[in-house]
């Protein structure tokens, strides 16, 4: 039995629920154990020379994102027009400021450089949320269209993390990040069924599902 497979084995028996998170871990460990110099390191569906390459291009992309997070939530606090939201809304701008700073922070520690940038869809992001001319209840349910299922949409994040197995102070960050990314994209979709009821978010699970095919 190849190592891959065995791997493949083991995750596939951590996402049915048949062992835990320590079980996962432990058995991952011992899979790797004097095996991960030299190897490379899948992380969120891209291949990496190593554990630690994965790490800083990573953190440098998150932190690029959560830069343009920041951006996009402030302007779209300025523009508010619901006030049951709008401290909320501020809660998630200071979350993604600090997150830049927290990974601006580690990036340094591991002697790496910040060169990231917005991406296309960070770009789109940033305009939709700052526009005067869409209502907070449409910026809503087009967030809740980006990420429907939080967990989810989440999880190559958290199975990122628990693939750290050399760099426990970034592992152990990225456990704190995905925390409040959840907090946050868990109270966004609240925000969006209170405000427009939970039918209007299936139809635009809907449209942006179509959108893709
Ligand atoms: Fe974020």
Redesign the pocket.
């Known amino acids: 039995m190849n190592r891959d497979f065995e791997f493949r084995q083991i995750l596939r028996a951590y996402r049915a629920g048949i062992i835990s998170e320590e079980a996962f871990e432990r058995e991952t460990a011992a899979l790797c154990a004097n095996d991960s110099v030299g190897r490379e390191f899948i992380a969120m569906g891209q291949a990496y020379p190593s554990e630690r390459a994965a790490i800083i291009a990573i953190l440098d992309r998150?932190r690029a994102?959560?830069a343009n997070?920041r951006v996009a939530f402030t302007k779209w606090v300025e523009q508010c027009q619901t006030e049951c939201i709008r401290s909320g809304l501020r809660m998630?701008a200071e979350?993604?400021g600090y997150?830049v700073r927290v990974f601006e922070a580690r990036l340094r520690d591991l002697g790496a450089e910040c060169n990231a940038e917005t991406t296309e869809a960070g770009r789109r992001l940033t305009e939709r949320l700052s526009s005067p001319n869409i209502s907070d209840k449409e910026k809503l349910l087009y967030l809740a269209s980006l990420a429907p299922n939080p967990e989810e949409f989440f999880r190559p994040f958290c199975e990122f993390a628990a693939n750290i197995k050399d760099d426990l102070e970034t592992r152990e960050l990225l456990d704190l990040?995905i925390q409040?990314?959840l907090s946050?994209a868990n109270w966004l979709l609240r925000a969006c069924a209170a405000l427009n009821g939970d039918a209007q978010i299936a139809v635009s699970r809907d449209n942006s599902a179509s959108a893709f095919v």
Do not use: N, P
Request: hydrophobic residues 15%.
């Open positions: 998150f994102g959560e997070g998630i979350r993604e997150h990040y409040d990314e946050s």
